[in-house]
């Protein structure tokens, strides 16, 4: 008998058991396999009936051998399916084709359902097909885990695709094989502009300062090179427009046995964060600035506090020490000397005057400080009569000095407060006496420039400088200013180093008088070299008679 087997390859077909030309070794062999395999084996005759079926094809649908064996294959499929199973069966017994494996659902006995995949071949005697042997597989589990598998993918692409966070995903070269639309609209690309592109390339390729950021320093690429994982790393991205994009990187990499073969990546915008925190930043200099500024005043002031009450104590000295001579002197009859009398009330007024003066000076400071304005009542001043007079209330009190008058012309009228100026040229006056113990010339010039005084703030352009501008100087030839502190002589409480725990003083008279100056419109500056001398230079603009816009509360 001519048997043989008619399959997809041409060979391995099952053979009858007992044909003629099979061995016993055979036999066996076939018998283990049929008996054992996993997969379900049935072989059926050309109308469907089933010739043999093995034990795990019993097993997969549900029924007895006996259920099976002599019976339509057809049982295996719902009733109403059957008719069209047994059609079906019978055109593929026919068909010379022979399809490849064929994946079908199953209806077990019990009512379960399955997936299977189906190959088949067919038993030739005589060159007829007598039979179909069919091999089924149950992939039921497979396919559960594979549907399992898709719905997860689906749901991960779902929620990348609604992100709000970029993400994208880049190939072992580092080229973009995924990005979602959060994404794009941070780096504005469209996706066919990033798929396939370097990502590297495309928005990291340069550093903030503007130098190429070259692959290797990449924390993002070198994921690639090392697979370990990389959170929060700040990176500046390039938006397509060549902005930059402050964002915090994240990067994990993608490993396919043991071999990194590509890297997700997500990224979130900072650039707002970033803009707070310089905000923040620059607002707490400003506050640190200030309270420096605050510290600073505040400690020059309790300093101020201290000099001046050590101060006080000299002149009510003088006082209380002058008054208890005189006393002793009336009471034990003591005839008084006229001239040393009025030499001894001279001390005394100047006591009581330098007194009055630290007064003044402790009520200015804070007044200053405060950034108040100090009242001002412009009238027609004489301003070479009013010099004149606070010479001669300083002349007598010392001898060691000189005080010199320089006029350039025998009047100087403008519209000044008299009070409020002769409290500038005395500050300036005493001062040029105080630090030049050693005596000397103190010269007080008084002159006029033509033309409109232009101050760097811009009130020179109104009516109130028509007249010009009164230049007044008092230099002296006394110790002078240590180049640290000249620039800072105006400054509230500010005493040069040179005069500290040397000469007394409170630091206010100078900010005073600049207030005042200005107040007036004019400025204020000095030359000085230490040890040689100074020059203060007031710059008064003389204004006119509807200077009274000057006046102050
Ligand atoms: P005070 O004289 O009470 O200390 P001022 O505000 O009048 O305060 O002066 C501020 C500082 O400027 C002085 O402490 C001193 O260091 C310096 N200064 C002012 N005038 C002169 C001057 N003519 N020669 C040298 N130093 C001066």
Same mark, same amino acid.
């Given at each position: 008998?001519?048997?043989?087997?008619?399959?997809?390859?041409?060979?391995?077909?099952?053979?009858?058991p007992g044909?003629?030309t099979?061995?016993p070794?055979?036999?066996?062999?076939?018998r283990?396999?049929?008996?054992? *395999? &996993?997969?379900?084996?049935?072989?059926? $005759?050309? %109308?469907g009936?089933?010739?043999a079926? !093995? +034990? /795990?094809?019993? =097993?997969?649908?549900?029924?007895?051998?006996?259920?099976?064996v002599?019976?339509?294959f057809a049982i295996?499929?719902p009733?109403?399916?059957?008719?069209?199973?047994?059609?079906?069966?019978?055109?593929?017994?026919?068909?010379?084709?022979i399809?490849?494996?064929v994946?079908?659902?199953?209806?077990?006995k019990?009512?379960?359902?399955?997936?299977?995949?189906?190959?088949y071949?067919?038993?030739?005697?005589?060159?007829?097909?007598t039979?179909m042997?069919?091999?089924?597989?149950?992939?039921s589990?497979?396919?559960q885990?594979?549907?399992?598998?898709?719905?997860?993918r689906?749901?991960?692409?779902t929620?990348i695709?609604? *992100? &709000?966070?970029?993400?994208?995903?880049? $190939?072992? %070269?580092g080229?973009?094989?995924f990005? !979602? +639309? /959060?994404?794009? =609209?941070?780096?504005g690309?469209?996706?066919?502009e990033?798929?396939?592109?370097?990502?590297?390339?495309?928005i990291?390729?340069?550093?903030?300062?503007?130098?190429?950021?070259p692959?290797?320093q990449?924390p993002?690429?070198?994921v690639?090179?090392?697979g370990?994982?990389?959170?929060?790393?700040?990176?500046t991205?390039?938006?397509?427009?060549?902005?930059?994009?402050?964002?915090?990187?994240s990067?994990?990499?993608?490993?396919?046995d043991?071999?990194?073969?590509g890297?997700?990546?997500?990224?979130?915008?900072?650039?707002?964060?970033?803009?707070?925190?310089?905000e923040?930043?620059?607002?707490?200099?400003?506050?640190?600035? &200030?309270?420096?500024?605050?510290?600073?005043?505040?400690?020059?002031?309790e300093?101020?506090?201290?000099?001046?009450?050590?101060?006080?104590?000299?002149?009510?000295t003088?006082?209380?020490?002058?008054?208890?001579?005189?006393?002793?002197r009336?009471?034990?009859?003591?005839?008084?000397?006229?001239?040393?009398?009025t030499?001894?009330?001279?001390?005394?007024?100047?006591?009581?005057?330098?007194?009055d003066n630290?007064?003044q000076?402790?009520?200015?400071g804070?007044?200053?400080?405060r950034g108040?304005?100090?009242?001002?009542?412009?009238q027609h001043?004489?301003?070479v009569?009013?010099?004149?007079n606070?010479?001669?209330?300083?002349?007598p009190?010392?001898d060691?000095?000189k005080l010199?008058?320089?006029?350039?012309?025998?009047?100087?009228?403008g519209?000044?407060d008299?009070?409020?100026l002769?409290q500038?040229?005395?500050n300036?006056i005493?001062?040029?006496?105080?630090?030049?113990p050693q005596?000397?010339?103190?010269?007080?010039?008084?002159?006029?420039e033509?033309?409109?005084?232009?101050?760097?703030?811009?009130?020179?352009?109104d009516?109130?400088?028509?007249?010009?501008?009164?230049?007044?100087?008092?230099?002296?030839?006394?110790?002078?200013?240590?180049?640290?502190?000249?620039?800072?002589?105006?400054e509230?409480?500010?005493?040069?180093?040179?005069?500290?725990?040397v000469i007394?003083?409170?630091?206010?008279?100078?900010?005073?008088a600049?207030?005042?100056v200005?107040?007036?419109?004019?400025?204020?500056?000095?030359?000085?070299?230490?040890?040689?001398g100074?020059?203060?230079?007031?710059?008064?603009?003389?204004?006119?008679?509807?200077?009274?816009?000057?006046?102050?509360?």
């Amino acid at each position: 008998m001519d048997s043989g087997s008619d399959n997809r390859n041409g060979n391995h077909g099952v053979r009858q058991p007992g044909s003629a030309t099979m061995l016993p070794a055979d036999e066996h062999i076939l018998r283990a396999t049929w008996d054992f *395999a &996993a997969d379900a084996m049935v072989v059926s $005759d050309r %109308d469907g009936v089933v010739i043999a079926a !093995n +034990p /795990a094809y019993c =097993e997969l649908y549900g029924y007895s051998h006996e259920e099976v064996v002599g019976k339509s294959f057809a049982i295996i499929f719902p009733e109403d399916d059957r008719a069209q199973a047994v059609e079906l069966y019978k055109e593929t017994f026919a068909s010379p084709e022979i399809a490849p494996t064929v994946e079908s659902s199953i209806l077990r006995k019990d009512g379960s359902t399955g997936v299977v995949e189906v190959s088949y071949s067919f038993i030739v005697e005589n060159g007829q097909r007598t039979a179909m042997f069919s091999q089924i597989r149950d992939v039921s589990q497979r396919k559960q885990t594979q549907r399992a598998l898709e719905a997860e993918r689906l749901r991960s692409a779902t929620i990348i695709e609604a *992100a &709000a966070e970029g993400v994208y995903g880049i $190939d072992s %070269d580092g080229n973009c094989t995924f990005i !979602n +639309p /959060a994404a794009l =609209e941070f780096l504005g690309y469209t996706a066919s502009e990033c798929l396939g592109r370097n990502k590297h390339n495309l928005i990291h390729y340069k550093y903030p300062d503007g130098s190429p950021y070259p692959a290797e320093q990449c924390p993002i690429c070198n994921v690639l090179r090392d697979g370990v994982t990389r959170r929060l790393v700040e990176v500046t991205l390039w938006h397509k427009d060549g902005s930059p994009l402050p964002a915090l990187c994240s990067c994990a990499p993608k490993i396919v046995d043991g071999r990194v073969v590509g890297a997700i990546i997500t990224m979130v915008d900072i650039s707002e964060r970033k803009k707070a925190e310089e905000e923040r930043v620059r607002l707490l200099a400003i506050a640190e600035e &200030a309270r420096a500024v605050a510290e600073q005043a505040l400690r020059a002031q309790e300093e101020m506090l201290l000099v001046v009450s050590h101060d006080l104590r000299s002149p009510t000295t003088v006082i209380k020490g002058m008054s208890q001579l005189l006393q002793m002197r009336i009471a034990r009859g003591i005839m008084l000397d006229p001239v040393q009398l009025t030499s001894d009330l001279t001390k005394l007024i100047d006591a009581a005057n330098r007194i009055d003066n630290f007064l003044q000076d402790l009520t200015n400071g804070p007044h200053i400080q405060r950034g108040q304005s100090f009242s001002i009542t412009p009238q027609h001043v004489d301003l070479v009569a009013l010099a004149r007079n606070v010479v001669a209330s300083h002349q007598p009190r010392t001898d060691r000095h000189k005080l010199m008058i320089e006029a350039q012309s025998p009047e100087l009228f403008g519209y000044w407060d008299p009070a409020r100026l002769e409290q500038v040229l005395d500050n300036l006056i005493s001062n040029a006496v105080k630090y030049s113990p050693q005596g000397g010339v103190v010269k007080i010039s008084i002159g006029y420039e033509k033309g409109s005084f232009t101050q760097e703030t811009d009130e020179a352009s109104d009516g109130q400088t028509e007249g010009g501008v009164a230049v007044l100087t008092v230099e002296d030839e006394g110790m002078g200013i240590p180049a640290d502190d000249l620039p800072h002589v105006f400054e509230l409480y500010r005493r040069g180093a040179n005069v500290r725990g040397v000469i007394g003083g409170t630091g206010v008279g100078l900010a005073g008088a600049q207030q005042l100056v200005e107040q007036h419109g004019g400025r204020i500056t000095v030359a000085s070299q230490e040890g040689v001398g100074s020059t203060f230079t007031v710059l008064l603009p003389r204004g006119s008679s509807n200077a009274d816009a000057q006046q102050e509360p």
